[in-house]
């Protein structure tokens, strides 16, 4: 089968490498589109330390079922399918807890790593468990269930935050996950949702996506609109979807006493945090890692229209155009969102 793999750092080849092997309780997915996560672009320079070469990376993906396994029941080949990034066991403690996303034996698609090292989807076939697949509705596109991966990180976070209907919630970073985290909120009930960003674009886009409110940090102090907005108060939950010491200090004096933190971003492995200012103003720090058994919901707001991911996609392009792809992405052309490969 056709599959790009990354052979050294920053070094993506088109080769050919066998068909997936299929265990008793997987399924064969003929791979449709798969997007090129940041992490992806991240882990492809070797700075992560989690995507170590030779690896076929690619972890957001949608296709059609070839081949069932012989212990599998309840698909048959031909069905349009998704699939969780997070390869489960299900029998450690906190995969009974339903805490999948926290397993003890955890997996992800596409990741290398000391502790294990499993093929992703950027090729024309990939065997995955059949517990971590999902039907898709024939209203989806591939293109854009191949983006529920992410759609699920946005959903997971506001599940795991304190915003409420009626409440002011704000989202620092209108990247990808940060302009769904703006239509989850929205899906939730929130109606007065904060997009704070460095680019108008991205500003721009958030206000069509469903924020009420856009401030751009290089011009205005998002912290005194937020405040302004909210007699003084702040916002009820804040959002820090980039990763990084200047984002989340945004994040933590943006929300009023009492308030919650939800911490989606990870780019930096270490941060500065105000402790000071969380312990004397007793906010709630959550972090929010993958997602939880939210796949079944994402289908389902993307399938009514409630989270819109067309107006995030950049381009679709054939599998060939991978390295090129990975290199302005990497390179922080302006204007990218998302690139989806088709094998």
Known sequence: MRALLLTDKKKLQLTDLPEPELGDDEVLVRVAACGICGSDVHGYDGSTGRRIPPIVMGHEAAGVIEQIGAGVRGFRTGERVTFDSTVYCGVCDFCCAGKVNLC????????????????????????????????????????????????????????????????????????????????????????????????????????????????????????EEVREMTSGRGAAASFEVVGATEPLATAINCVAKGGSVTLIGNVSPQVDLSLQSVVTRELTLYGSCASQGDYPRCIELMASGEIDVAPLLTAQAPLDDGPQWFERLYAREPGLMKIVLNP
């Open 104 to 223: 003890d034996n955890r997996q992800v698609l596409g990741v290398s790593c000391d502790d294990y090292r499993r093929n992703g989807a950027f090729a024309e076939y990939v065997a995955v468990p059949a517990h971590i697949v999902y039907r898709l509705p024939d209203s989806l596109a591939m293109e854009h269930a191949a983006l529920i991966e992410a759609v699920s990180v946005a959903v997971h976070a506001v599940h795991r935050s304190e915003a409420s209907p009626g409440g002011v919630a704000v989202v620092v970073g209108a990247g990808m996950i940060g302009l769904l985290t703006v239509q989850a909120l929205r899906a939730a009930g929130v109606d007065r949702v904060v997009a704070i960003d460095l680019d108008d674009t991205r500003l721009a886009l958030a206000e069509q996506l469903g924020a009420s409110t856009t401030v751009n940090s290089k011009l205005n102090d998002p912290v």
